[in-house]
């Protein structure tokens, strides 16, 4: 039985930090178990500039518990007038790692994002050539589409689409929720990769839904049926390069997720990695897990891995009911639960 695991320090592939109050308040829960993170643009107003990218930087810098070792990538919000210029110049210096693409009103704070991906062609015609990562959340809007199919139906609308006429584009598909997710990326070309979250990992829509309504358990994209879950585990826990971690993590204040217009998002950072290590040992693949968190992503990013490392121990971990933000509570997942795992650090 294995008692401890140390693997390479890992990173978050994905994040929202916030910003302001609700930033210094959870900044430091990212830092404390990743090296790095992707941090999303979506703030108000969003992050679409050098000049934005560089002080959003700053002010997570000045966020974080004194002596963190933490680093920030981060991303430039597409808009359908993004000048492709100023994403090369972002790259170039260092300031932008990726560009997010957020489908307009597809989740929190996305109302300014890309209505045709055909009005987005310039920029992406020079992702391609200089090798920026595009990440993706990968859901249609149209009002037509049921919500529970939106990325199956992005995936024939879009995403094929634009890998065949893009193939040097490297892409992640994000917090993907879908057998048909999981089928597209193990069978994409390896420009195309994709990140899962913990949430995805352990539930299904039945804990949005039964025994009343349970806002703490909905985020974007939704948790889909039983049979998507079960294929999200295989993919992760499967030692696949084209798979890494991604949290999605994404805090509310409690009284904004239980509401009668509840906000999407689930806060997870505080215990991210006892959450995914949970899900490796019910599988019976922890020899994966080292790949999964640490590994894979700096490698599709093209960024060197990390050299510190990191230890968890199989001591029971109790999941507080809430934890402190700015002048509100915040409830993370699996709160009032137990962990089978305890991150040392």
């Known amino acids: 039985m294995t008692d401890s695991l140390t693997i390479r320090r890992p990173d978050d592939w994905h994040v929202h930090l916030r910003d302001g109050a609700m930033l210094e308040a959870v900044a430091g829960h990212t830092a404390r178990q990743f090296a790095r993170a992707i941090v999303m643009p979506n703030l108000t107003p ?22 963190a070792d933490f680093t920030p990538l981060m991303t430039c ?5 993004t000048d492709p210029e100023e994403v090369r110049r972002g790259f170039q210096q260092g300031v932008f790692t990726a560009c997010k693409l957020y489908p307009a009103g597809a989740t929190t704070n996305s109302d300014s994002g890309v209505t045709d991906i055909a009005n ?12 920026m990562v595009l ?33 040097q584009l490297k892409v992640v598909f994000e917090h993907i929720t879908t057998s048909e997710a ?36 909905y985020c974007l994209p939704v948790a889909k049926r039983e049979a998507h879950r079960l294929a999200l585990r295989k993919a992760a826990t499967s030692g696949s390069s084209k798979f890494f971690l991604g949290t999605d993590s994404a805090p509310h204040a409690r009284e904004a997720k239980e509401s009668a217009c509840g906000c999407a998002g689930i806060f997870n950072a505080p215990f991210a990695l006892e959450s995914y290590l949970a899900v490796f040992e019910e599988e019976g693949a922890i020899e994966h897990f080292e790949g999964f968190a640490s590994l894979h992503g700096p490698r599709f990013y093209g960024l060197p891995v990390n050299e510190a490392q990191v230890t968890l121990e199989k001591v029971e971990t109790q999941v507080p009911a809430a934890l402190p933000g700015p002048d509100t509570q915040l409830v993370p997942f699996h709160a009032g639960e137990s962990l089978r795992w305890r991150f040392v650090g």
């Open 135 to 167: 990440c993706v959340h990968g859901e249609v809007t149209s009002a037509d589409i049921d919500i529970f199919d939106r990325e199956a139906v992005f995936i024939e609308r879009i995403l094929k689409p634009l890998i065949a006429e893009l193939p």
């Open 77 to 81: 919000y597409l808009t359908d007038n």
């Open 46 to 67: 969003p992050v679409t500039t050098v000049a934005a990218g560089e002080a959003y930087r700053q002010r997570i810098m000045a966020a974080l518990p004194a002596g």
């Open 120 to 131: 987005i062609r310039g920029v992406l015609e020079v992702m391609a050539e200089i090798g």
């Open 182 to 217: 999981v089928d597209f990326v193990t069978g994409a070309p390896d420009n195309v990769a994709a990140t899962i979250t913990p949430q995805h990992l352990h539930i299904n829509r039945n804990a949005m839904l039964v025994g009343g309504i349970r806002p703490h358990a």
